[in-house]
C-alpha cells in the first residue's frame, strides 16, 4: 500500500508542477517580449518553462510500465517514483526559499532581472507591481517552488534513464 501512495501522490503532483509551469510561461509568451519591463529574450524563458511543463504532464500521465521501460527498470521498482519526487522536493523548497528572498529584497539591492527572471520566473509580477507579503508566501513563491520542482522532476527521470546501471555481477 505505501507504493501505491507514493506513485498515487507522486503523478499528482507531476501534474500541477507541469500546469503551474505551463502556466507560469503565459505572462511571457503574451508580452511576447516587447512589453516586459526589461529586455529579455523572452523566448528562451517560454520554451524552458513549457518543455519542463509538458514533460512533467507527461509523466504524470504515462502508464508507469512506459515509464520504467524508458528508465530501463522494473515497473515495480520503489526508485521509478521516489526518486525524481525527492529531487522534486528539493528542488521545490530550495526555490520557494529563494524567490522568498528574491521578492523580499530591498530596491536598492539592483538585483539583476535576467538573473532574477531565470531563478524565479515570477519575478516578473515584482518587476511590473509589488505583491503583498501574503501574495508572495502563499502563491508566487509556491508557484515558483512548482516550476523548479518540475525541473527536478525532469532532471530526476534523465539521471534515471541515462545512469549507468549498476552490475551485480563481480569479475
Same mark, same amino acid.
Request: hydrophobic letters at 55%; glycine letters at 6%.
Given at each position: ?14 501534474? #500541477? ?5 505551463? =502556466? ?30 509538458? =514533460? ?24 521509478? =517514483? ?12 530550495? =526555490? ?7 521578492? #523580499? ?5 539592483? #538585483?539583476?532581472?535576467?538573473?532574477? #527572471? ?54
Amino acid at each position: 500500500m505505501p507504493g501505491r501512495a507514493v506513485r498515487t501522490a507522486s503523478r499528482i503532483a507531476f501534474l #500541477l508542477c507541469g500546469l503551474i509551469s505551463l =502556466f507560469t510561461a503565459v505572462p511571457y509568451a503574451l508580452l511576447r517580449g516587447v512589453d516586459l519591463p526589461v529586455q529579455s529574450e523572452w523566448i528562451i524563458f517560454v520554451v524552458a518553462l513549457a518543455l519542463v511543463g509538458v =514533460f512533467s504532464m507527461v509523466v504524470g500521465l504515462l502508464p508507469r510500465s512506459w515509464i520504467a521501460r524508458a528508465c530501463k527498470k522494473d515497473r515495480d521498482d520503489a526508485q521509478l =517514483f521516489s526518486a525524481p519526487l525527492k529531487l522534486l522536493g528539493g528542488f521545490a523548497a530550495i =526555490f520557494y526559499l529563494v524567490a522568498v528572498v528574491a521578492y #523580499l529584497a530591498p530596491h536598492r539591492w539592483n #538585483l539583476d532581472p535576467q538573473l532574477m #527572471l531565470s531563478l524565479c520566473p515570477m519575478y516578473l509580477l515584482r518587476i511590473t507591481f509589488d505583491p503583498p507579503p501574503l501574495a508572495i508566501f502563499l502563491l508566487l513563491a509556491p508557484m515558483n517552488a512548482a516550476v523548479y520542482g518540475a525541473l527536478g522532476l525532469t532532471l530526476g527521470y534523465a539521471w534515471l534513464a541515462f545512469a549507468k546501471r549498476k552490475s551485480s555481477k563481480t569479475p
